[in-house]
């Protein structure tokens, strides 16, 4: 046997020496169902592959002239590369078989034109193969003249006329009658809101009578009040037609002056204003729009004032928020240590309405900022050692001042330094210093020859950032004659600040400021825009270096300001575990050639799993205009917000980044609805899906073809052979899971 391979191989290459090097000569056809390829050319060795009918081979060039067998090529899967196998020589054609060809038809050419009188044909022939397929053309149509009149018709006697074809003369014959010719239409009887009428006309001709039904006329209705309103409560009204009396529905109506979710405009902005001003809703309430956070507001009024608490603001209820009150009065005294407490009355009826009085600044531990580092460094010139000046309160702080208050007869408090403990600090800093040293009285020496001559300005930036502090940037110079040291920048909250004996926020120590503008110090501090009543004032402190006097510059001082709330609204978190999907329906997204069937069955291979974007109602309900929401990873400002059926946003799909956004009923919860009510999603990652057994796939993607539905193991081939171009994402699939398994797959349309 193996002589005989030998000797066949040595004559595989004489021949294969002999071939001309034409390529189309080693590409042959299967003409066999199914061809097998051996290993050798031997029907008894090993079958490498078994190959389909029309299937196109490659000759490896090893061509046995008059043999059994010829070597071809084929890929070798497992090592890489080519193999190379033998067929019987029989089964291989220089052509592709037709019953084996996957046509590709060429354009039709007519052969034979159609006419009005016979039948056309036309054929195309196979790119491939060769084939040429004939079809019948109908005949066309004929194409008729004008008629012509052989025997004149009226709307009583029959009449003649005629047609011929222009292209093969046939003619056509018809017998007609003419329409009548009707006079005006006259009423007999006329609608009323209740009955229909009737009207008539008749022909000239041969008096034939034409009867047209008409339609009821309209209710004129008006609106008639069956129950008053009051300041507490809605109306009721109902159309009434005027004619008949029909009652054509009846609606609730509010006394003039009510306010109710969804309403907006300045006497909404005026009703927060009084709930802001009487502690019912935070000063970024005010916004104009009739919220759930308003709704809230109303509703805790009314239970406080004894009324009904339906979250409606009746005349009622907006006449006891009108409150004419009397001036505030102090019956609590504000201490350092202790919140005091104010009130003032109505007029009217003698509601009070009380409020906190705080006192600040308040320091507690764990916080940053450029008043924490003053306190270090005022500890550090009275001798507590509070640690290095980097703005955190911690531990070593809390020792120095714990010290500090044994020394002072304090009683100290871990982790906080009240308002009166920085009142102590910041006094027993300025007492080191004796009275005659200190020069001014908060402003600059302007006039004459002076030593020292401070210029202080401060700039806030344009506006508070979402916590609500804003940062200021300071700069001072010395325009005196002689040189100083720059030492403090005190800060005081109040109508008129007295900087010797109030609160020193921020010091910057050994910062030489020369005389004649030479030179000058700067810097940034941040601040809670919201700090009370009375006036931010600020002024600088410097050491004449000749004399140790104090010398402050000019006062600078900033009213108070409240900053608006302000959030992002975001969709609600979803933590899903793609491995072991839960039961339901899920948005997934994945490529065609990843539907395929294994050993163990069908799976869904690189799936990607995704969860509609939901938005909490209550965030989407108080969202205002200064917020901003995101949408499909993207953060869209508010810049205006409409409530109706949906809430628009920025001019919903026709604005500048708009979003509409609707209430799903089944979950409570907001959704974005987009151009064909198309929602956004989140992925929540990727995994590997087993299909059951019994699954079904519905197939509704092309909407100029019948919905269909494919069950079990034909799913692969009806999702690999989708078409060209066929997409299978989040916005057009689901796969629905139950007991770990995908038992239905669907495919909608999506423009």
Known sequence: MKRFIACMLALVLAVALAIPACASEYVKFVNKDVLEA??????????????????????????????????????????????????????????????????QWGKWRVIDEPTCTHTGEREHTCKVCGTTKTERLPMLEHEFGKWKIVEEATCVEE?????????????????????????????????????????????????????????????????????????????????ICKVCGYNGGEESFDPKGTLRRNDRGDEVRALQQQLVDQGYLNAGGADGVYGGGTEKAVTQFQKDQGLEPDGVAWPQTIKRLNHDFGPWQTVKEMTRTEAGERVRVCRDCGYEQREAIEPQPWFERGRRGEDIRAMQQIMKQLGYDAGGFDGIYGKKLDTAFASFAADNELVAQDGVIRPADVDAVVNAWLDIQPAEAWKGEGKSKSKGNSPVNLALT???????????????????????????????????????????????????????????????????????????????????????????????????????????????????????????????????????????????????????????????????????VGDSILVAGETI???????????????????????????????????????DDLATYTEQGVTTLVVDESATYTDASDPKKIPFIIRGKDIVGAITNSGDGADFDQYNTTATIENGKVIAISHIYTP
């Open 38 to 103: 051996h290993k050798e050319p031997d029907p008894d060795s090993k079958v490498v592959k078994k190959l389909k009918g029309g299937t196109k081979v490659m000759l490896s060039g090893n061509l046995l002239l008059g043999s059994k067998y010829t070597s071809i090529l084929l890929e070798d899967t497992k090592h890489g590369g080519q193999m190379e196998a033998w067929v019987l020589t029989k089964y291989l054609a220089d052509e592709m078989p037709p019953k084996y060809c996957k046509h």
């Open 159 to 239: 009449g003649e006329r005629v047609r011929t074809c222009k292209i093969c003369g046939y003619e056509e014959e018809e017998y007609y009658y003419a329409d009548h010719e009707f006079g005006k239409w006259t009423v007999t009887e006329e609608p009323t809101c209740t009955e229909t009428g009737l009207r008539v006309r008749r022909c000239k001709v041969c008096g034939y009578e034409e009867e047209q039904v008409l339609d009821k006329l309209p209710h004129e209705f008006e609106w008639k009040v069956i129950k008053k309103t009051t300041d507490h409560s809605a109306g009721v009204r109902a159309k």
């Open 458 to 624: 401060v700039t806030p930036a344009d506006k508070a950032d979402d916590s609500g502090m804003v940062t200021y940037s300071w700069s001072l110079t010395n325009l005196g004659s002689a040189r100083c040291t720059f030492t403090a920048l005190l800060l005081t909250f109040g109508e008129k600040p007295d900087f010797q004996s109030e609160d020193m926020v921020m010091v910057l120590d050994g910062v030489d400021l020369r005389a004649n503008a030479a030179n000058s110090a700067s810097g940034s501090f941040t601040v809670d825009m919201d700090w009370g009543e009375g006036n931010l004032n600020f002024a600088a402190l410097a050491i004449y270096d000749k004399n140790g006097e104090k010398w402050l510059s000019n006062t600078v001082s900033f009213e108070n300001e409240s900053v608006p709330e302000v959030k992002t609204v975001s969709p609600i978190a979803r933590n899903v575990d793609v491995s072991r999907l839960a039961d339901g329906t899920w948005p997934v997204a994945f490529d065609p050639g990843d539907v395929f069937a294994g050993k163990s069955g069908i799976y869904l291979n690189a799936v990607h799993v995704f969860t509609q974007d939901q938005y909490d109602a209550a965030e989407i309900d108080a969202l205002k």
């Open 637 to 675: 400002g508010v810049k205006s917000v409409e409530r109706d059926s949906a809430v628009t946003i920025n001019g919903g799909l026709d604005g500048d980044n708009g979003v509409v956004l609707w209430m799903d009923e089944d979950t409570g919860a907001y959704r974005v609805a987009g151009y």
